[in-house]
């Protein structure tokens, strides 16, 4: 019989994740050879002839921009067909100006004040996204820091503390605290002398009164230690000012109650770790930069109708969505499609029964961003708020704030709501996009009372309505991912997909890269060994 006192390394992840969250046991995992960085090794070389050999990519998204820039460079004689009139596909900034217009036919146009933007698809990049960090740097965007966690943003909760916001760091700090002096209590009463020695348990002891901020006897209570870590009744002052008055924590039951601790994983899951990063004046500055280097290549307003392929080539019919009466057509040897699986399941598409199978069998997850513009930075004048987060148990889920223009005063944007999948993100799919953003504003005075004096404008974009989408990302189960995931991922034929439906890293712009990184490198196997 195995040693009992013998932890199973999947035992002790889950004791890892239950004590420290997700974070410490992907590293954990790591360290246990479970999980790995990015796949990203540099970038690519696809050496030897091509032979001539052409290529047409549809979609001028990430990963459609990443293949025709590779291909080119490697000597292939390349085409992209882009639906948009512009580059980027879910890489998009929208700005004051810009119009758009979704399924049901409402037009939106920004009123944004020139300088502020929204980001509606991605708008942060994890550190250990090394590719796409990569693709920057060489590209020249420049970079700033997203914050993803500030310890001075609201968590709020309907039910708990009559409905008002209470700050992140004070949540945090309470039940990092209250939860210390529960282990310290165990600990101090021998409940733990069969699994922890006796000298460890001092030195437990000890880490729980420094990580939970106890006091001499081990207790979570209002003094000045904890206060350095859940903020002042009274702050430090100078001078002959008044001595700082510790304010008081919150108890275990209505945290516990609360539910609030749920937010505590925003910052800690390894996607949203520090540091995270967006590029100076909008996601969209990618997009643009990709588009300096190929924008040769693309035709815009070409939206697809149909793909056939034989033994020796593609061709791929398609409209000028400002001339649709007329088709026409476009040939090459292979095919690196890159567009949405919503929109590629619907159309004619000359492939295997396993790969249609796969097209067809992954949904897209419901998405709404709402974008609202105020007349002031009230967050950053009233409440100190720079950057960040607040989550909330209403329908807009989150309120994010611009991590740009920091106390420069004048008006500022919001991301005023933030679903993604649920029920409320299809709630709010059904509006109509001036429903959604009055509903932004009603919700948001919750948490935000300035919210009805201080709004000005807003646009709120619904990924289901997006004619070039029809979602928001590829929305693989465990199930589904088994049975259709490397179906979908080969070559067939003459076609190869592309984009983050194609990755283990749906909805990031970094799965979408590196799916069309491995698609190129193994279309290129072919054509090089032919």
Sequence with gaps: MQNESVIRRRNLLALIGTIAGSSAMYHAMTS???ASESAYKGPIKLAGDVKGTSVLILGAGLAGMTAALELRKAGYKVQILEFNNRPGGRNWSIRGGDS??????????????????????????????????????????????????NHNAYLHATRAFDGKPQRFRSIKADFQGQVSELLAKVTQQGRLDEVV?????????????????????????????????????????????????????????????????????SYARYDFQTTMFQPVGGMDMIGKAFAREV????????????????????????????NPST??????????????????????????????????????????????????RFWEEDEAIYGGISYTDLPIRQIAYPNYGFNRGGRGVLLGGYM??????????????????????????????QYKSEFENGVAVAWHRVPFTLGCAGEWTDAGRAQHYRNLCQIDGRIALAGEHASQLPAWQEGAILSALDAISRLHERVVKT
């Excluded at 980001?119 to 994890?126: A, V």
């Excluded at 061709?315 to 400002?322: K, L, M, W």
């Excluded at 409320?424 to 001036?434: G, K």
């Design 327 to 376: 088709v026409q057509q476009a040939t090459a040897d292979w095919c690196i499609c890159t567009i949405p699986l919503p929109i590629l399941s619907q159309l004619p598409l000359d492939v295997s029964g396993p790969m249609k199978n796969a097209i067809d069998s992954v949904p897209y997850a419901a998405s709404v961003k709402i974008g609202l513009q105020f007349k002031r």
């Design 420 to 449: 993604y999948g649920g029920a409320n993100s299809f709630e709010f799919t059904a509006m109509t996009p001036a429903e959604r953003v009055a509903s932004a504003v009603e919700f948001g005075a919750k948490i935000h009372p």
């Design 100 to 149: 758009f217009t979704e399924l049901g036919g409402f037009k939106q146009t920004c009123q944004f004040e020139q300088g502020l933007y929204l980001n509606p698809g991605p708008w942060r990049i994890p550190y250990h996204h090394r590719a796409l960090l990569d693709y920057c740097r060489r590209l020249n965007v420049t970079l700033e820091p997203f914050l993803q966690l």
């Design 197 to 265: 020695t006796k000298e460890d348990q001092e030195i437990l002891l000890q880490a729980m009164r420094d990580w939970g901020a106890l006091d001499r006897d081990y207790k979570y209570n209002a003094n000045l230690v904890s206060a350095e870590f859940r903020g002042y009744t009274r702050d430090p002052g100078g001078g002959l000012m008044d001595d700082p008055l510790p304010s008081d924590p919150i108890s275990l039951q209505e945290l516990l109650r609360s539910r609030m601790w749920r937010y505590l994983q």
């Design 295 to 322: 924008g040769d290549l693309i035709r815009y307003n070409a939206k697809v109708t149909q793909i056939q392929q034989n033994g020796s080539g593609v061709t791929v019919s398609y409209v000028d969505t400002a």
């Design 32 to 34: 246990l050879g479970f």
